[in-house]
Structures are given as structure tokens and as C-alpha cells.
């Protein structure tokens, strides 16, 4: 993957990345991003809003908007803590409550999904399939899906496809909406 400008963060070194260390705050990190992208992180166990339980985690940090002061507005957050705890979360500034707090989602490995998987059926979790009804593309590509679900009853999907690399995010709102598959694209 190219390192694009779209990507790149004013306090980092240049790269897309984002650290937090002990006592910085981890949500303050996510709201000072100045341009949409895919991020890789690192945060600090013992920083200011880490996930629950002391654990340092790494993950990436995906902005699809941003602020009409040129800052995030809208991220969906996902990682894995060095015990293998996998964790959600999703900051909105549209929303009354910006930052939802962690959601714990699974373990380290995905689980193998049985033939005709469906991910708007099933419970939040992360798991791994080449068949699925709902699926963003046809055929046997391997495809791992991160299901997750707010507090208000919202689902969020992000499907992997293995052997091209794209990405797909979808949700389905509470009502049971589904506006479709959106894929990543990144500019340059």
C-alpha cells in the first residue's frame, strides 16, 4: 500500500499512524485526525480512554468524514489487546453521545462460520468463511467479517476479502435498514 497525503496526520512522523502513550488520551488522538483515511494505532494499556483491563492494543482507525473544521467526524475503530481480546469502537460528532466506548467482540482468531453464514443474522463477533448469504461479493474468496453492535441496537459489518485485500463496510440501523455494501476506496 502507497503511503497517500489523504492519509498521513499532522502529529505523526509522516506515516499513517497514530500513537498514544501512558496518560495522553486516546479519544483526543482520534479527534485531532485532519483527513479521512485508514490509520494504523498503538495505544498505551494505561492511557486515558484505552478499552477496560490494562492491556496495550493495536489496531486501525478508519475516518470516513470529517468536521467543517477539518477534523474527524465520523471513525469506526477496531483492535486487538495483547492478550488477544479483540474491541470496537465508533466516534461520531453527529451523534449525542461522540465517543460509544469499547465493545469487547472476540478473541484473537476468527471463527470458522458454517456453510451459508449470514452476518446480518448473526451475533457480534469476528468470523472467517468463503460462503455467505449477504456477502458484498460472490464466489469463494475467503471473507472475514468484524459484526459488531451498539448500544441501541445498530449493526456494524466490515467484511476482508482475503485475496484481494479489499474492504466493505456496511450497517444496519435499528429499524432493520440496509443501505448496502460500501467499499473502500482510498484517493490519491
Not at 2 to 30: C, M
Not at 162 to 180: L, R
Request: glycine letters at 10%; charged letters at 15%.
Amino acid at each position: 500500500m502507497k503511503e497517500h497525503a489523504a492519509l498521513q496526520i499532522i502529529e505523526s512522523d509522516g506515516t499513517p499512524s497514530v500513537y498514544v502513550t501512558t496518560g495522553e488520551d486516546f479519544y483526543e488522538a482520534v479527534a485531532s485526525i485532519k483527513n479521512k483515511g485508514l490509520y494504523t494505532f498503538f495505544c498505551n494499556g494505561n492511557a486515558v480512554n484505552s478499552p477496560i483491563g490494562g492491556r496495550s492494543i493495536r489496531g486501525t482507525i478508519f475516518v470516513t468524514t470529517l468536521t467543517a473544521e477539518g477534523v474527524a467526524s465520523l471513525a469506526e475503530i477496531r483492535g486487538q489487546d495483547y492478550g488477544g481480546i479483540v474491541w470496537a469502537n465508533y466516534y461520531d460528532t453527529n451523534a449525542s453521545e461522540t465517543w460509544k466506548g469499547w465493545s469487547h467482540i472476540g478473541g484473537a482468531y476468527a471463527v470458522q462460520a458454517e456453510n451459508q453464514f449470514d452476518p446480518f443474522q448473526t451475533n457480534p463477533g469476528v468470523y472467517e468463511t468463503t460462503s455467505a448469504t449477504n456477502a458484498p461479493v460472490q464466489g469463494s474468496e475467503v471473507k472475514i467479517y468484524t459484526i459488531t453492535k451498539s448500544y441501541s441496537g445498530r449493526r456494524q459489518l466490515q467484511c476482508n476479502i482475503s485475496e484481494s485485500g479489499d474492504i466493505y463496510f456496511a450497517n444496519i440501523q435499528t429499524n432493520g435498514v440496509f443501505k448496502g455494501w460500501r467499499k473502500v476506496v482510498f484517493e490519491n
